[in-house]
């Protein structure tokens, strides 16, 4: 969920939660820069873990979890909003993922996000502009996870294009080689499926264009290091060291063979399916080298996180663009923000809302209220949450763009109780932000056209009270129309309002 912390903490960590390895690291910040003091990995391939239905099994959640209990002795003590933890593809996948995060969380004492496959693309260029030299130019960055592969098309610290697929080392694994066997009709398969999946993003990839190609996993790193032992390369992977690890693998025939320099014993079995991710990605892009980068996706969450704290936070440039795309009135959308957390101010301990997300979610909700009317009037504050829920939203997670559009959902008319009951205890402090949502919405129903007086606030469980000036509502028939009317919309919901 949200967090925003109000100074930068000396120590901040990130934490990977991805489909073959959970990754952390931990860093000092200093003058406004990273160090780097601490690296954890281990290979948990939690997406070898999803059944046919898309469950995670009990044994891959436990080795997850043996994982992040040493994670967790390493950020003790840190502070709310120096740790981020982001869930990948396998999670995005798994449909009971509420299940391990929620284990997850009571291990680690922070909350755990999972991120859309182009908010992972975002982090991984952060990470690898950020580690390698700012150079001019466009770069491609490919990253061969375990469940997906992330594209990304990006000029010194932005992107430019945003990609993800289906596509990943362990999920390939599992489908073309799970007993370990490697064959050139099977490789071929996972090579065709690669390809297949390429054919739908090549061409936005190839039209915008770069100057130099960079990956950004293991996976990479493993196979430009055969190839350098092999004497084709410095490092970097070609085409004349990819069909020769080809051949070499088809005369090995088998996973449990593999014993090349720069491919570590817990890679092996999952190598042939991402040596094929990778010559599909050379052939569909026509590429000739690829470097690799040290800095992939949780160096990126941590200097996201940074940026937060120095008040770069991308989420704001995400939903000012939104905004501005959507052609939100600015004017009333900044009213409504400024009375949301004036009431939020009122009512923030007698609800326990006094957490930062509390109040992000709030003004977050109360600029983007409106942006289903670009599309239509009628219903749009339905078409407002299907555009927040389902759009690409950088710098948030699938977690928080569910709360957000939640909001926008229930800032009018009737309010679905249910579907605010699914996010558990959460779903309450939820609920009475939607209230004050509905509250300075419905305070400026005349647009700016009229003086609004001062009104106090006061709130216990379900009930929230507002006091006008004295004659104030009589004076305003409209307004108190509207509030009477609120009150029969809140009270389907078993919440009093009181106007006096």
């Not at 739908?200 to 990479?220: D, F, H, K, M």
């Not at 996201?304 to 959308?333: N, P």
């Not at 759009?391 to 309010?415: C, E, K, T, Y």
């Amino acid at each position: 969920m949200p967090q925003k912390p109000a100074e930068i903490p000396s120590l901040i960590a990130a934490i990977d939660l991805g489909s073959n390895s959970f990754h952390m690291v931990v860093a000092k910040v200093d003058h406004g820069e990273i160090r780097i003091l601490e690296r954890l990995g281990d290979k948990v391939q939690l997406a070898a873990g999803l059944d046919e239905e898309r469950n995670l099994s009990e044994e891959s959640m436990l080795r997850g979890l043996e994982c992040l209990r040493r994670f967790a002795q390493m950020i003790a003590g840190l502070p709310e909003g120096a740790v981020r933890i982001v869930g990948t593809n396998a999670l995005r996948e798994a449909h009971n993922r509420a299940e391990f995060i929620r284990r997850a969380e009571e291990v680690l004492g922070h909350p755990v996000e999972v991120i859309s496959g182009r908010e992972e693309a975002r982090l991984i260029y952060l990470g690898v502009s950020h580690t390698l030299p700012d150079t001019p130019g466009r770069r491609l960055v490919a990253d061969i996870g375990g469940g997906s592969t992330e594209f990304i098309i990006g000029q010194r610290f932005e992107s430019q294009l945003r990609e993800s697929l289906q596509m990943g080392c362990v999920s390939y694994t599992q489908r073309y080689f799970r007993d370990g066997k490697v064959t050139p009709a099977r490789y071929a398969q996972a090579y065709t499926a690669a390809r297949l999946e390429l054919m739908g993003i090549e061409y936005s990839l190839r039209r915008l264009g770069w100057q130099e190609a960079v990956g950004a996993s293991g996976t990479i790193r493993a196979v430009g290091l055969a190839i350098q032992a092999a004497g084709l390369g410095n490092g970097e992977i070609n085409p004349e060291g990819l069909a020769w690890l080809k051949r070499k693998l088809f005369k090995l025939g088998d996973v449990e063979k593999i014993d090349l320099d720069g491919i570590k014993p817990d890679r092996r079995p999952i190598f042939p399916a991402g040596l094929a991710i990778t010559e599909a990605i050379f052939e569909a892009l026509d590429l000739t080298r690829m470097t690799h980068s040290e800095g992939a996706l949780r160096e990126g969450v941590l200097y996201d996180l940074l940026g937060r704290h120095h008040h770069e936070d991308v989420r704001e440039r995400t939903l000012s663009a939104l905004m501005e795309r959507c052609h939100v009135d600015l004017e009333q959308a900044a009213r409504v923000e400024a009375k949301a957390l004036a009431a939020l101010e009122q009512v923030a301990t007698s609800w326990g809302l006094d957490d930062d997300w509390h109040r992000d979610l709030l003004l977050w909700g109360a600029r983007v209220h409106e942006i289903g009317m670009d599309i239509a009037h009628y219903h749009y504050h339905k078409h407002g949450a299907y555009l927040i829920e389902h759009s690409d939203l950088a710098g948030f997670s699938r977690q928080d763009q569910l709360m957000l559009a939640l909001l926008v959902r229930g800032h009018r008319r009737n309010i679905p109780k249910d579907r605010f009951a699914e996010f558990g205890e959460e779903g309450v402090k939820l609920l009475r932000l939607c209230v004050l949502l509905r509250f300075a919405i419905l305070f400026h129903h005349i647009r700016g056209t009229s003086a609004m007086p001062k009104v106090k606030l006061s709130a216990s469980n379900n009930m929230l009270k507002v006091q006008f000036p004295e004659g104030w509502l009589e004076a305003n028939p409209l307004t108190q129309a509207d509030f009477e009317q609120e009150a029969e919309w809140l009270k389907r919901i078993e919440f009093e309002l009181k106007v006096s």
